[in-house]
């Protein structure tokens, strides 16, 4: 007598597997044909057949759906966001942006005041300031829709370097300027290098396209954006005039001042705003260094190979068979070329992908293909993504210039008219605003996500709105607060974590707001292009409109006018006009 078979159901990998402890068949007593063979090993030596048995591939397919939902159910983290060595070369790419725009901000004020005559007045100095702060964001909206064009035509990595190249040039040529007509000049050679932000934006839903993954993934490249403004800040208050700053380094008595001069570092002294433009532009150099390297093309249908990616994997396997042969020491020399094609090495050494696109072509969606792009929802969405910036960056502008003007006597003042600045210095300046740039990034770590998570994008993105006036109508009191004591200090910290607190919060919601309601992915480049282009034309109108209040209001007596008749107004009208969105959650707070 035949020995009976037995079947194990084993799970191995998120799969069933079956094995029989004899050669004999399984015969199912169910309709069709008398038996089904598990295993066949006289015709295939042991090996599993093709053929298998209905029940047990209805519980195989059972089973795979239950793990499949169970993937899905579990929490998204950052470690588990697919293609994540590119969406950090991505994100240091990102840095562009911040770096060049706002370093600047901490030493703006005494930059202006050291290329204009000294019969200037602060109004003069603060309208100048908002002029060439809004020349980067004006030559950046009239490059965003070409830049989106290029990368359709060209690719998006090509347009991604050709970006860093240029701001790496505006950075030293802006460091080294020595007048205003040459700050306004480089402002707009920076813009224009960073019109490709969408670009970036566009790439970050080509690399990770499923869509659970998608408000995480989202989250990236405002974090990177907050960790530039926050690193530019830094740099620019810290590096400033590094003579006077960093005496211990640069200084008279200096450890770096070699020639000994008795002013201190020479061309420090006569390009003082110089040193952080330089530090700039070698982060951006190493970001470049990582875009030719190691970013792959995410367009659909680029043919030709990358060679940038073709000598990174080449000097890889240099670098791989050198360590290799110096550990010859009694041990078998781990050689790639011993590795083949099935193995996971080979896989990498070996891929003929290297240097081709993540993505193959893939047909056109004929039912997408019609759908109309701007439609209310699109629309709706943009006017909303255009009117953040356009007090945000007015901010940006203005809260470093109200704390540099010198402070008035403001003697016999009312609640309303009342003048003057704060007098800090740049280095003062920006360590507050570094010091709430990295609250900020804490923030959007550790709050945000589970905000986001448990109320939705768009409860949270009016949740922003809502706290904006606040910090607005509060700010121009700061200049009557007393400058001894832990007052005026702790007004500035209060204004800034509000503030930072709802931009952290609206600035990654308007990303996903808008890419949610592209109709289509293919339409993603054009939306993400034109929110980026109505974005940097209200980064260009805000500071320019917000520079030019500012200094009325001082030459009126009334510092808090650009705060209480500008900011606070577009902070009402964005909270208003958000009701108008489509998101995932409902309604947003009221």
Known sequence: MSEKPSIEISNTCGSLQASTST????????????????????????????????????????????????????????????????????????????????????????????????????????????????????????????????????????????????????????????????????????????????????????????????????????????????????????????????????????????????????????????????????????????????????????????????????????????????????????????????????????????GRPLQPRRPPDIQAAIQPIWNRDVLTTIISFALLPLHNAAFMQVFPLFLSTPPSPNVGTSLLFFDGGLGLPSSTIGTFLAVFGVMGIMIQLLLYPRLQAYRGTLWVYRLAWIMFPFAYVVAPYLSLLPPEGIFRWFGISLVLAIQVTARTFAIPSSVILLTNVAPSKKDLGTVHGAGNMVSSLSRAVGPAVAGWVFGLGLDNGTVGLVWWTYLAIIAFVGYWQSGKLKGDAGPGPS
């Open 23 to 354: 050669d004999a068949e399984v015969v199912l007593n169910s309709p069709g044909p008398p038996s089904i063979g598990l295993y066949d090993r006289e015709t295939n030596g042991g090996a599993h057949d093709t053929q298998r048995a209905p029940w047990l591939s209805m519980q195989e397919s059972t089973y795979d759906a239950i793990v499949e939902k169970e993937r899905r159910l579990q929490p998204i983290t950052w470690l588990s966001l697919p293609h994540r060595p590119q969406l950090f070369i991505l994100a240091m790419c990102r840095l562009s942006e911040p770096l060049s725009n706002t370093c600047l901000l901490p030493y703006l004020y005494y930059l202006m005041r050291s290329l204009q005559s000294s019969s200037s007045t602060s109004s003069e100095t603060s309208g100048l300031a908002g002029i060439v702060v809004a020349l980067f964001a004006i030559s950046q909206f009239a490059t965003s829709m070409p830049w989106a064009h290029l990368a359709d035509r060209w690719g998006r990595k090509r347009v991604i370097v050709i970006g860093l190249v240029g701001s790496i040039i505006s950075n030293l040529g802006f460091g080294f300027a020595r007048s205003i007509p040459a700050l306004m000049f480089w402002r707009l050679v920076a813009g224009a290098a960073n019109g490709n932000i969408g670009v970036m934006r566009t790439m970050t839903a080509e690399i990770v396209k499923e869509k659970r993954f998608q408000s995480r993934a989202f989250l990236l490249l405002p974090l990177v954006f907050n960790l530039g403004n926050t690193v530019g800040l830094a740099l620019g208050g810290a590096l400033a005039d590094p003579v006077e700053n960093i005496p211990s380094l640069f200084g008279p008595q200096g450890m770096l001042n070699w020639s000994r001069s008795p002013e201190g570092v020479h061309w420090m002294r006569v390009y003082p705003f110089a040193l952080p433009t330089i530090v700039n532009a070698g982060a951006l150099a190493f970001s470049l260094l990582l875009a030719v390297g190691g970013l792959e093309e995410t367009l659909p249908g680029q043919s030709g190979k990358d060679y940038g990616l073709i000598l990174t994997h080449r000097f890889a396997r240099l670098i791989k068979r050198t360590i290799s042969a110096s550990w010859r020491s009694g041990f078998e020399s781990m050689q790639l070329d011993k590795y083949t094609e099935s193995s996971p090495l080979g896989d990498l050494v070996h891929d003929p992908t290297i």
